[in-house]
């Protein structure tokens, strides 16, 4: 039978928040949802929702895909962290125009078992389980892209976000760029959160690269992660002459932003993704 992927996302300590602050984060975050949804569209069997207290979730074709989702996901939501389950199997209980949380099977145990096993992995952050051997590599292979991620600056993480919205990693024609534009209203929401804002001011950052308001309509150039075709290392997350535009794009000298890409791992962080996406893969081989 076809295998699915579902994918659930809780944020971490979010009853800590005060309630302002939490009504307003859980307000941007179904923004969130709204753009990504429209940018997985072609990939989202049943589309990613608000479930019990502040967690999300949604059914998408494949692991991949999921995987790009939380990407996003995660990026638009810094510093607010999250823990993530993306489990691979069937969707054996289907309620007709029902919504994810509504439906039932395999793959939804096997987010749900995945999520619940977050805390005891040494520092993950996301866990992918389908009780297949190549889970172990895979998982490595995310969590090393979300911690180098998750050691950058806020000036490096919005660098990475603005690398990802020019030269975004897909798979096989997952995502519809032609939607990201939408995110740009994403992100001047978010630097009107006073979560966000006062996050910024506790640590006197004063400027960041999405602090300002900037034209984003950038035309997205995907990098498609099975195209890398290397047998030795991958190398395809490193994109010849990012530095140059980012720094058109903000003002400042290429070997500023040289700088600020290498101290931030981000070429690093993209190319561990595409070996998680690479990884994947084979599910999609075996189920052939």
């Known amino acids: 039978m076809r295998k699915y992927s579902a994918l659930i996302i809780d944020l971490k300590k979010s009853r800590d928040y005060k309630q302002t602050d939490r009504i307003n984060l859980q307000n941007y975050i179904k923004n969130i949802i709204s753009a990504l949804n429209k940018i997985f569209g072609n990939v989202l069997e049943l589309n990613v929702v608000f479930s019990a207290g502040d967690e999300v979730q949604g059914l998408f074709s494949s692991p991949q895909a999921a995987y790009l989702y939380l990407r996003l996901f995660n990026m638009l939501i810094r510093p607010v962290e999250i823990r993530a389950g993306i489990g691979i199997g069937e969707w054996s209980v289907r309620i007709d125009s029902g919504i994810s949380t509504e439906q039932d099977g395999p793959a939804y145990h096997n ?15 996301t866990l992918l389980f389908s009780d297949s051997p190549n889970d172990i590599y895979i998982n490595s292979a995310i969590n090393t892209a979300a911690i180098l991620v998750k050691n950058q600056s806020k000036y490096q993480n919005e660098l990475f976000l603005l690398s990802e919205l020019m030269y975004p990693i897909d798979i ?110 084979q599910y999609n081989l075996e189920d052939r």
């Open 111 to 125: 987010a749900r078992y995945a999520i619940d096993n977050v805390e005891d992995s040494l520092g993950y952050s």
């Open 172 to 281: 096989g024609g997952a995502l519809q760029l032609d939607r990201f534009v939408e995110l740009n209203s994403l992100i001047a929401q978010k630097n009107q959160i006073g979560y966000y804002t006062m996050w910024r001011s506790s640590r006197s950052i004063s400027k960041c690269p999405l602090s300002v308001h900037l034209d984003l309509n950038l035309a997205c150039s995907p990098i498609d992660a099975l195209a890398d075709e290397k047998q030795f290392y991958v190398s395809s997350g490193r994109v010849k002459g990012l530095p140059a535009k980012l720094a058109k794009l903000l003002g400042t000298s290429r070997q500023n932003m040289d700088k600020s890409i290498k101290a931030g791992n981000i070429y690093q962080a993209r190319n561990s993704a595409v070996v998680a996406l690479k990884l994947m893969n």
